[in-house]
């Protein structure tokens, strides 16, 4: 098992330009996490998917930020535009159907995007 | 909605001592999960123990135990004979049951383990 897979693992992008983050959940988990982790806000929930289908987005800071999960084995956010504020580190998540504490969620090892 | 709260920002401990860190959360849900990660500088997000809360047995995983008081919305993480490895920043976590399996996470203590 190989993990939740997450790339780049370092992104530095200049404001305005478009960023893409990746994500390959563990095979056969049902759910999708992404987090964002900054110094003031801690680790807040962006988007989650069950089966491939968002549930809930209500985490997304803005219209910029956009998520899709095309298939079981693959998740992407994106941004567009960027801004210096957007940098923080982005964790993707995956876990089993909801089985309480026996579905506990797995990490990516993040990606620090920096946007300058 | 449901909110975790770490009181503790930073704390240490000499490497072999004990050490625990609190977490106080706050839902209206009557069953639940809890959960205790680790971030090491790797920044790599390590589940270290989890607790249901229809248990009354406090969860024990080796070193790390936790003591989980329901009544009082507690579920604080116990670390005995610390190594240097443990120094890391510690995140509380809960589950609600109609959460949908999202993670709601408390603000973090950053334990350093002293030699």
């Known amino acids: 098992d190989a993990g939740v897979i997450q790339s780049p693992r370092h992104e530095v992008t200049e404001m305005g330009q478009e960023v893409t983050l990746r994500c390959k959940p563990i095979?056969?988990?049902?759910?999708l996490f992404w987090y964002r982790q900054t110094m003031m806000r801690g680790l807040e929930l962006l988007i989650y998917?069950?089966?491939?289908?968002?549930?809930?987005d209500s985490g997304m800071p803005e219209d910029r930020f956009s998520a899709k999960m095309p298939n079981a084995s693959f998740s992407t956010l994106k941004i567009q535009p960027s801004e210096p504020r957007d940098s923080a580190v982005y964790f993707c998540a995956s876990s089993l159907a909801d089985r309480g504490a026996n579905s506990p969620l797995h990490f990516g090892n993040g990606t620090r995007l920096t946007v300058t | 909605a449901q909110t975790v709260t770490q009181s503790q920002p930073e704390m240490s401990v000499q490497e072999a001592e004990t050490v625990t860190l609190s977490c106080t959360y706050d839902?209206?849900?009557?069953?639940?999960?809890l959960f205790w990660y680790k971030q090491p500088p790797s920044r790599q997000m390590i589940l270290v123990i989890r607790?249901?809360?229809?248990?009354?047995q406090n969860a024990t995983e080796n070193r790390f135990s936790v003591n989980f008081q329901k009544a009082a919305k507690s579920f604080s993480l116990k670390i005995s004979d610390s190594q240097l490895g443990d120094t890391a920043m510690y995140f509380c976590a809960f589950k609600g049951e109609t959460s949908g399996s999202r993670l709601t996470f408390g603000e973090g203590t950053q334990l350093t383990v002293n030699p």
């Open positions: 607790q249901e809360a229809y248990k009354q």
């Open positions: 095979s056969g988990h049902d759910y």
């Open positions: 839902t209206s849900e009557s069953n639940y999960y």
């Open positions: 998917f069950n089966n491939n289908v968002p549930i809930d």
